[in-house]
């Protein structure tokens, strides 16, 4: 008796342990790039384009940095879940269910999450070559693309998994047909879950660098259309940290601080949106 006793305080100790850890991690994280960044963001920064000498510490801003990321997030996040939907409406035990074509698709999923962002790079980076395409908006997009695709459709296959059973039952026996059934029951009180997978690769999508690093490119200005280069905040974080100049590593502080809060805000809207759109789903 006193052994068991003594495990479960082991292992309820090893369990608070291991939280303090995360939440003091994520603490530090925030509280380090915050004392370091904020003081450094001025509205100038947020509104202004880089001008001559920037990178030596003159006048200028990270608005092309800003816009790239957003822009080049909002692309591949779209892209990727108009791949990942019907693939993980197809992954239910509705379609594919538990076949080996199924499992397949799982594993090459789970193997395409667990690729370095920066292979993803090389390849389109090496596809761009070969199509005879410089680093660009477009190839930042496709490269992002990849990256988040097998996260989004993972995550989209367990939350439509987790819509009770007895749900679909009830529309198959109206009459309703697999796609009305998977559309009108399945996907609207997966909605929440659906809108969170999507939030969460877009936060996963905006914040990556070495995806970028070789098909995006990096520039100075706004770009015009999909085939012009685009900076990045990632980007702009790891070439301003590289310079000798104190000033310009105090804009890379500011440029992570703004990266930050862009990915803290995305997870609590993903959060309020779970949350209010949870009121509506069948329990």
Known sequence: MRLRCAEELLFRALMVLSTIAVLSGLLLIIAVITVKGAGALSLDMITRLPTGGYYLGKEGGLLNAIVGSLLLGLGATACAAL???????????????????????????????GIPSIVYGAFGFTIMLYLGLRASLLGGIIALTLVELPIMARAMEEVLRMVSVELR????????????????????????GLLTAILLAFGRGIGDAASVLFTAGYTDHLPRSL?????S???????????????????????????????????????????????????
């Open 83 to 113: 791949l990942a939907i019907p693939v993980a409406l197809y992954l239910q035990h509705d379609y594919a269910g538990r076949r080996r074509w199924a499992n397949l698709v799982r594993m090459s999923l789970d193997l395409l999450w």
């Open 169 to 192: 039952e009830a529309s198959y026996s109206v009459g309703a047909t697999r796609w009305e059934t998977m559309r009108a029951v399945v996907v609207r009180q997966a909605l929440p």
């Open 227 to 231: 085939l012009d280069p685009v900076a």
């Open 233 to 283: 905040l990632p980007l702009a974080v790891f070439f301003q940290l590289g310079t000798p100049f104190p000033e310009v590593q105090q804009r890379a502080y500011a440029a992570a601080f703004l990266l930050l809060a862009l990915v803290l805000l995305v997870s609590v809207c993903s959060r309020l949106l779970t949350r209010r759109l949870s009121r509506h789903a069948v329990k």
